[in-house]
């Protein structure tokens, strides 16, 4: 090298043509020899880089790219298993009227069925015996623990200058009672909880009257649930809480309610919209007015007793531990027949497996429908199902509880790779318009599986009257279409069906959804 000149000569270099990929010979000086390690080093980073993003592309898609594969699987499956869920949604549309005059039947019979009651037990007696009737498999209950809260007699007079007027109330669930006499007191209306705490010495020794308007179900059932214990800490001596409902015919909603330790329990009735109203345009007008209350609740010594979740299934012809679970409460309020809350969404599941079994449709996994007790006032039924089952695997759990009105499909809780799935499957659905799968939520006596990986699901449907009768005598077999039944019945029998019967189980879901 002459490093005067840094000049010196390489002779032989060998470079390919990208043209020809003929072999050429090419010199090359020593001044050029840095430019060149600086295009083979950007050279060597761009592969670099270039490997890097295929590998990391590869990673990211890992799991999209197994979705995609269990989809292309699933649609295969789809094909698979037209044939049965045509053959349910046919059964199920075409028997709608004996479904309905079954559901009848039971709700006419045994009437309302309040945790605890003679009532409950023979709706647990009554089922038990039709399912066995029905062909369905491992019929049997399960102990459960619960509440055996009562009302008992209760009314109210609102009393006024010119004119004293009964109200039309139902004591709350497992509210105490007035003490064996009467309670009288002046009465302080409030709109809201921030009403109340800004005029808390204002309720000292009333009876609070939470008069919220309604918003949503979530939203305002707040007042029903909470109202007490924020009543009680400004001294009230009882609360009257507006019924949840948009709408009112004079109708008082109960429900259940809860108090707070440390906070003297007072005595609780939800009244009508209307009485609501009325007392809060007196108030405003500075009209004087009292309340007198009787309740004979029982909620300061709630006796326990044994009372059941009853089940039966069709049990998987391969993987019989892994199970998909359908159901409703079988408990409902001792006011109207619950048969829109929570019958009919019992009945519906209760269906999809006696269809299976009538149309000789075994799926490799166990299809289980289970009518939970309690979930009215305590939901000890989901908790003490899900304790009594941690030695299996639910696949999926799907409960029927906000009324049978229009389904649309299913509100779901799972990986993203089950909602692909369940959106394939209800492919199959689209002839009834049931074929909708939304995240959502699944019912109260479900949600206890999710602690365990259970993929949640509920039978998704039109509410937007369901809460016109929601807990009150108005809850009656006029209000439910034995359409509906039908349609809702197929829904759940097609989902839970191709469910079972899938060659690879639905993906486990990882989120539980009890700590959101």
């Known amino acids: 090298m002459d490093t005067a000149k840094g000049c010196s000569i390489v002779e032989g270099a060998t470079m390919f043509s990208k043209r020809s990929l003929i072999p050429q010979t090419q010199t090359f000086y020593d001044d050029e020899r840095p430019r060149n390690r600086a295009y083979i080093l950007s050279a060597l980073g761009f592969l670099l880089v270039l490997a890097l993003t295929i590998k990391l592309a590869f990673v990211l898609n890992a799991r999209e790219g197994d979705i995609s594969g269990e989809l292309l699987n699933t649609n295969a499956y789809v094909a698979n298993c037209r044939t049965g869920a045509n053959q349910l949604i046919q059964s199920a549309t075409s028997g709608s009227d004996a479904l309905w005059n079954k559901l009848a039947d039971f709700t006419d019979t045994i009437g309302p069925r309040l945790s605890g009651s003679v009532g409950l037990e023979n709706g647990i007696d009554w089922v038990e015996a039709r399912m066995k009737q029905d062909g369905l498999e491992n019929v049997h209950r399960e102990p459960v623990q619960i509440p055996a809260w009562r009302r008992g007699n209760e009314w ?118 209307e009485d609501a109203l009325m007392m809060s345009r007196m108030q405003s007008r500075g009209t004087p007015m009292s309340v007198q209350l009787y309740m004979e609740a029982n909620g300061d010594s709630i006796p326990e007793v044994t009372s059941y979740n009853v089940m039966g299934e069709i049990t998987g012809s391969q993987y019989p531990n892994e199970v998909i679970v359908m159901g409703g409460h079988i408990d409902s309020w001792d006011v109207g027949e619950g048969a829109m809350d929570d019958g009919g969404g019992l009945f519906v599941s209760w269906e999809a497996v006696r269809l299976m079994k009538v149309l000789n449709l075994r799926p490799k996994r166990t299809v289980r429908v289970v009518a939970f007790v309690n979930e009215e006032d305590g939901a000890r039924g989901g908790q003490a199902y899900r304790d009594a089952h941690v030695n299996e695997t639910t696949i999926i759990a799907i409960e029927s509880d906000i009324g049978i009105t229009s389904p649309k499909g299913l509100n779901v809780t799972g990986t993203d790779e089950t909602m692909n799935i369940l959106s394939k499957i209800g492919q199959l659905l689209t002839s009834i318009d049931t074929d909708t799968i939304l995240p959502g939520d699944g019912g109260t006596d479900v949600d206890y599986l999710s602690k365990d990986g259970a993929n949640i699901a509920g039978l998704n449907v039109d509410y937007s009257k369901y809460f016109y009768w929601h807990h009150t005598n108005a809850d009656t077999m006029d209000k439910l279409d034995p359409k509906d039944l039908g349609k809702s019945a197929a829904t759940m029998a097609v989902y839970s069906y191709c469910i079972a019967d899938l060659d690879k189980a639905l993906p486990r879901n990882p989120k539980d959804i009890s700590m959101l």
Do not use: Q
Request: aromatic fraction near 8%; charged fraction near 15%.
């Open 156 to 273: 109210a007079i609102l009393t006024t200058p010119l004119r004293n007027k009964t109200l039309s109330i139902l004591g709350l669930g497992l509210s105490v009672g007035t003490g064996g006499a009467a309670i009288s007191g002046d009465v302080f209306v409030v709109s809201s909880f921030d009403e109340l705490e800004s005029n808390c010495s204002r309720a000292n020794g009333k009876v609070v009257v939470f008069n919220a308007e309604w918003i949503s179900y979530g939203t305002t059932v707040a007042y029903r649930s909470r109202g007490a214990a924020a009543a009680a800490k400004c001294g009230g001596i009882a609360a009257l809480v507006r019924s949840v409902t948009p709408y009112s015919l004079y109708t008082p909603h109960t429900g259940m309610m809860s108090y707070r330790d440390g906070v003297k329990k007072i005595p609780t009735a939800s009244v009508t919209v």
